[in-house]
């Protein structure tokens, strides 16, 4: 499975950001795709998640501010963020994997979002 994640910039605090990221290969179902991210410094934490049949779940931090979706016909996951803080930024890497079975998990490269004070 390839990812390609698009999205990333910079943005004023309050602004708004939409990541997109898109896979293809040999895609297995039942299957979730999700975003993490990770600051200097700091540990790679989830953001959000979706799985295949539309469950969702999000970071303490990201509820009520982010929404995680899904086309997938096109195997395409999408985070829109809203009110961006500073504390957002980071370098947000997507995620797909097969619940489990962790042998079939990949990540896409990062994009990085930088939220100005």
């Known amino acids: 499975v390839q990812l390609q994640a698009s999205g990333g910039g910079l943005v004023q605090a309050g602004g708004s950001l939409r990541l997109s990221c898109a896979a293809s290969?040999?895609?297995?179902?039942?299957?979730?795709m999700g975003w993490y991210r990770q600051a200097p410094g700091k540990q790679r934490e989830l953001v959000a998640g979706?799985?295949?049949?539309?469950?969702?779940n999000y970071a303490d931090s990201v509820k009520g501010r982010f929404t995680i979706s899904r086309d997938s016909a096109k195997n395409t996951v999408f985070l829109q963020m809203n009110s961006l803080k500073p504390e957002d930024t980071a370098v947000y890497y997507c995620?797909?994997?097969?619940?489990?079975?962790?042998?079939?998990?990949?990540w896409g490269q990062g994009t990085q979002v930088t939220v100005s004070s």
């Open positions: 995620k797909f994997w097969v619940p489990l079975f962790a042998e079939y998990t990949y």
């Open positions: 290969g040999s895609i297995f179902s039942p299957n979730a």
């Open positions: 979706i799985t295949s049949g539309g469950i969702t």
